[in-house]
């Protein structure tokens, strides 16, 4: 079975830190975009960060996230990072992860591969 699962999630207290991965299950990562959402509750689902199969990243939630969230990815470990310091409350969402064949993307429908999510809770 084809799949991308995440982990990572937990309770943090708003300043701390968590790192969240995102690996690939029955394919490999390395021709892949990367990139991972977040779904606030009673929010649409947004994209925070994609990097490509190259290693080039982009952050598409840049004015919430910049300085903050940094993206990587260890094809050697089928596995892309999401690194986020600094959390704060509004940060709290559920997180998915998903793989792009066709390159880091706004568009949702354009990733061929999502993970179920992850939860990530902010506060004190």
């Known amino acids: 079975q084809l799949q991308v699962v995440e982990s990572g999630g937990g309770l943090v207290q708003p300043g701390g830190s968590l790192r969240l991965s995102c690996a690939a299950s029955?394919?490999?990562?390395?021709?892949?975009?990367i990139g991972w959402f977040r779904q606030a509750p009673g929010k649409e689902r947004e994209g925070v960060s994609c990097?490509?199969?190259?290693?080039?990243?982009?952050?598409y939630a840049d004015s919430s996230v910049k300085g903050r969230f940094t993206i990587s990815r260890d094809n050697a470990k089928n596995t892309v990072y999401l690194q986020m310091n600094n959390l704060k409350p509004e940060d709290t969402a559920v997180y998915y992860c998903?793989?792009?064949?066709?390159?880091?993307?706004?568009?949702?429908?354009?990733?061929?591969?999502w993970g179920q999510g992850t939860q990530v809770t902010v506060s004190s």
């Open positions: 990097i490509s199969n190259s290693g080039g990243s982009i952050n």
């Open positions: 998903a793989a792009s064949g066709s390159g880091c993307r706004r568009v949702e429908g354009l990733y061929n591969y």
């Open positions: 029955g394919f490999t990562l390395d021709y892949y975009a």
